[in-house]
């Protein structure tokens, strides 16, 4: 209960601090809602053309009643459990909606690592330590994958809105592509994409 408390206080901070963040959310939130609603799967790919599909389903549970022998006790038991099995057909709509933000931005970093390791293996660096959004290499080549990093990380998001192509797709996917359950791209802040190959602390 207290680390529910905390979270919610957390949660609160940061979405009144980087309000832009949230909005992100509630825009792929809404258009994973839209395409659960019509009980479709959630497709988009991701900068190197990576396609990635977002189904959950729901379960169709069974209750099953056993019954045990309890040697201790001398005496048999009645047990109840539950046979879960997936639901294929039925889209889950609260896992959707739930799970899609951190889905998006999983498959960008995803992208983005694909696209360092390609730039690195053309400067010669063949030797990798990667863990999703983390970079590593042998210490030779550390200042090299330093600069890699950063370029290939604006070269991703440099000139395009990945929100948009995301919506596109998104409308492509449904019966109703004007559904009303849609939100616009979120307005753009001031970043300058091109300071991120100044950062000094842009990726551990």
């Known amino acids: 209960k207290i680390s529910q408390f905390l979270a919610r206080i957390n949660y609160h901070e940061i979405d009144s601090l980087i ?5 992100a959310m509630k825009f792929l939130q809404a258009a994973a809602g839209a395409v659960a609603h019509e009980n479709k799967s959630l497709r988009w ?3 190197v053309g990576f396609p990635v599909v977002q189904k959950y389903t729901t379960w169709d549970v069974t ?4 019954f045990l022998y309890d040697r201790e ?3 048999r038991r009645d047990t109840k459990v539950s046979v879960r099995q997936g639901n294929p057909v039925k889209i889950h709509k ?13 498959s960008m970093d995803a992208s983005h690592m694909c696209q360092t390791i390609l730039r690195g293996l053309d400067e010669g660096i063949t030797d990798w330590m990667c863990i999703h959004d983390s970079f590593g ?16 990380f604006v070269a991703q998001y440099k000139d395009t809105c990945l929100l948009s192509d995301f919506l596109t797709t998104v409308r492509q996917t449904l019966d109703n592509p004007n559904d009303d359950r849609l939100l616009p791209v979120p307005a753009k802040g001031t970043l300058d994409i091109n300071e991120i190959l100044e950062s000094k602390y842009c990726f551990s």
């Open 137 to 152: 290499t042998t210490c030779d080549r550390t200042n090299d994958l330093f600069h890699i990093v950063r370029e290939s």
């Open 63 to 66: 209750p099953v009643r056993i």
């Open 45 to 47: 790919k991701t900068p």
């Open 19 to 23: 309000s832009s963040v949230s909005n």
């Open 94 to 106: 609260k896992k959707m909606k739930a799970a899609v933000a951190a889905n998006f931005v999983h």
């Open 73 to 75: 006790l001398n005496k």
